[in-house]
């Protein structure tokens, strides 16, 4: 039933972006409503597989980067869910749930259902508490992401004066700047949370827990980039582009962190 389940979930999320696609391009209130309403149907099924998948693998899916993958398509998806029924705006599905589409379907694609999990692993629940700290920053991160992005596109479109849907349909720089710095704010505090427990847990389960492995300098890295973000606003008075800028490069290192290092290059820090 699992393979099962993963498609049906991907298929869930591609009606609903078809469905924000359609509400982005009338513009009525009913398109977006419907959109929302699809969506969060969407990831109420994919809420029930990752029950049945932690059910079927005996733990909660966040021991491989596939199986986290999942997870954090789903994370991704309730808190943009969480910020349209907030403030108001559908826009932003239009955007987010490509991204969420290609998270899941890549764990449907390389997904080991036969994996034996780590014995030093199975010892320690708090490594799965740690991975879902990180899993509400990589969120919150996310959404800075799609903001930052958003904020350039439309500043670029208002700077050559070729405002068209793309203008009309978005809601204000203002409003993309403010959601990204917000993002980036509580990303920040709970990515240093779950650093903090991961180091705590690492130096009880590892020898040699502290070396340059390349996931640790990743990890670090990451998490410079978006202080770096929070002291530029706060001390330089950055806004707007610069911020944007940044935020985007947090990801970027983010994403090279989660998928290239986690896969390929970490020695102590990996879940293979």
């Not at 409003?175 to 710095?181: K, M, Q």
């Amino acid at each position: 039933m699992i393979p099962l389940e993963q498609w049906l979930v991907t298929l869930a999320y591609v009606l609903a972006l078809a469905h924000y696609v359609k509400a982005f391009r009338e513009g009525k209130d009913e398109s977006r409503k419907r959109s929302w309403q699809i969506a969060a149907a969407a990831m109420a099924l994919h809420f029930g597989y990752l029950i049945h998948l932690g059910l079927v693998i005996g733990r909660l899916p966040v021991t491989s980067v596939f199986e986290t993958l999942t997870t954090c398509a789903w994370f991704f998806g309730v808190a943009y869910l969480s910020v349209e029924w907030r403030l108001h705006e559908t826009s932003l599905g239009l955007f987010i749930l490509p991204f969420i589409i290609v998270l899941h379907t890549l764990s449907n694609l390389f997904l080991d259902l036969n994996r034996v999990l780590p014995p030093i692993l199975m010892q320690e629940f708090v490594f799965e508490i740690h991975v879902v700290i990180l899993l509400f920053s990589y969120s919150a991160f996310a959404i800075s992401f799609i903001a930052s992005l958003l904020y350039l596109l439309l500043s670029r479109e208002i700077h050559q004066k070729s405002t068209g849907l793309f203008y009309r349909r978005l809601p204000s720089l203002a409003f993309f700047d403010a959601l990204s710095n917000r993002g980036v704010n509580i990303g920040l505090l709970f990515l240093t949370l779950g650093v903090a427990l991961g180091i705590y847990e690492g130096t009880k389960v590892a020898e040699q827990f502290f070396k340059w492995d390349a996931k640790f300098v990743a990890v670090g890295l990451t998490w410079l980039i978006y202080f770096f973000h929070l002291l530029g606003r706060f001390k330089l008075g950055w806004q707007g582009k610069r911020a944007a800028f940044v935020s985007l490069l947090g990801f970027g290192s983010l994403l090279f962190s989660f998928l290239i290092v986690s896969l390929a290059l970490s020695e102590v820090h990996h879940f293979r």
